[in-house]
């Protein structure tokens, strides 16, 4: 509601929206605004970084997961032109644009009731669906502050899937009308959990009834972890990233 007020009271051909937690870098405004030029571009976002990353061993992890989001899957998807969430941290959309989407904005239901998480997701599918494209700016910098205790950062993982799963179905007739890889992606974003899980309970399940140890699963899901893991440091030239794989528990 708040966003809401702020966009019909602003003025400006552009709006940014930053979570109050959150610190820019000097230069962010200029960054996001040079790509909004291209008046096809509805929304563009930045890369998000953990303000408190060197506080605990979660903050290391979840700083190193912001990093692989934001250059890994939204960099891939503003490749073929449709970032599917702009990061509510730091996010620019256009402002004709936003007007003409807020009324469906705030009345937005799920199961018959007011909808109040994933509002980013939400609205990044709807200037999608306006037929605008949305991009990913990896030099405009934001920091965030991350969960630095495993209660929180679990509740807040469990609103971010909801919000994933939730705006799949009103994304969904969306797809045909973007690039195939995009297809692929949200198919694998949605499926992949679900897989997974499809993989350890079965195991779980020999060890209680066999008391034999499930290698293969085991060993097929410690390789893709050492092989994600590999790639990311790779790319960065930091070691640090090897240890993510501890982020797969």
């Avoid at 959150?22 to 030029?37: E, S, Y």
Wanted: net charge positive.
């Amino acid at each position: 509601k708040a966003q809401i007020a702020a966009v019909r009271r602003s003025s400006g051909d552009l709006v940014l929206n930053v979570d109050s937690d959150t610190t820019i870098a000097a230069d962010v405004v200029m960054k996001l605004a040079l790509k909004m030029q291209d008046p096809a571009v509805g929304a563009a976002m930045g890369q998000l970084t953990a303000s408190n990353r060197n506080d605990t061993w979660l903050t290391r992890l979840i700083d190193m997961e912001y990093w692989l989001a934001c250059n890994e899957e939204r960099a891939a998807q503003a490749r073929f032109g449709a970032v599917m969430c702009c990061c509510g941290p730091c996010a620019m959309y256009r402002r004709s644009a936003l007007l003409l989407l807020l009324d469906q904005y705030e009345t937005q239901l799920f199961r018959g009731k007011p909808s109040d998480f994933g509002e980013d997701r939400h609205l990044t599918i709807l200037m999608l669906k306006a037929g605008l494209r949305t991009e990913y700016v990896p030099d405009a910098i934001a920091a965030t502050v991350v969960p630095d205790r495993l209660g929180p950062y679990l509740r807040q993982q469990l609103r971010w899937a909801r919000s994933t799963f939730r705006d799949t179905w009103l994304g969904l007739r969306l797809l045909p009308s973007l690039h195939r890889y995009l297809t692929l992606d949200v198919v694998g974003q949605n499926l992949g959990p679900l897989l997974l899980a499809l993989s350890v309970l079965p195991g779980l399940a020999q060890f209680a009834l066999t008391g034999t140890v499930p290698w293969s699963v085991i060993l097929m899901i410690a390789s893709m972890t050492i092989i994600r893991c590999s790639v990311a440091a790779f790319r960065t030239r930091q070691l640090r990233f090897l240890g993510f794989s501890l982020h797969t528990f």
